[in-house]
């Protein structure tokens, strides 16, 4: 089976039902070795998504920090370089550490399926941002409305998630819920440590 339109369709679809509890939408994915690595093409095409996200972040913040604060010393192409390392890390951190989890949670089993909708929304996630970045960029909304927009948005990908690994895992409530947000936290650490580090 090939990635093409249909492919990508079909599998954000089925993502997307996950997000209604929708059990069935797991026919929907390729739960195959070959769907779990197709899967990762979801990263690629999220890359512009995220980049655009960023992009927007950038001139949001640059209205909303004063001229000449210590929060300005870092160049654009350096905060970029941080972003780009970001989105690959908190891409894969998570589905790095869901190996050992997954066995102590006793759902090693179904590490595949929860891999191969995690990485479908990702794609979804970056994308929910891109309407704010939109009215912000047309002038639509102020830097505060984007921003308090973009928690919004934030909300409803925490959501997506806790919903996709509940069902994916088959999981009670609560380890949903817990999963998703040591998968928010890890990308907030991550971010961190990137930040620190430049």
């Known amino acids: 089976m090939s ?6 369709r079909r599998a954000l679809g089925a993502t997307m039902r996950l997000a209604v509890h929708d059990r069935k939408a797991l026919m929907q994915l390729e739960l195959t070795a070959d769907g779990f690595f197709r899967s990762f093409y979801a990263l690629i095409l999220a890359l512009p998504a995220y980049s655009f996200k960023v992009l927007g972040d950038l001139a949001i913040l640059s209205e909303l920090v004063a001229e000449g604060e210590d929060a ?15 989105f690959l890390g908190a891409s894969l951190l998570f589905l790095v550490l869901m190996v050992p989890l997954s066995r102590v949670l006793g759902v090693a089993a179904s590490y595949g399926p929860m891999a191969i909708a995690y990485n479908w929304g990702t794609l979804i996630v970056w994308l929910l941002y891109a309407p704010v970045t939109v009215l912000y960029g047309l002038g639509l909304l102020s830097a505060d409305d984007a921003m308090s927009l973009r928690l919004i948005v934030m909300g409803f990908a925490l959501y997506l998630r806790y919903a996709s690994l509940s069902v994916t895992l088959n999981a009670p409530i609560s ?18 440590l990137l930040v620190n580090l430049v």
Do not use: E, P, S
Not at 3 to 8: E, R, S
Not at 72 to 86: A, C, F, P, S, Y
Not at 175 to 192: K, R, S, T
């Open 72 to 86: 300005k010393r870092v160049t654009v192409t350096v905060l970029i370089l941080v972003h780009l390392v970001n």
């Open 175 to 192: 380890v949903g819920l817990a999963l998703a947000m040591i998968d928010l936290l890890l990308q907030f650490v991550w971010f961190g």
């Open 3 to 8: 990635i093409d339109n249909a492919y990508v």
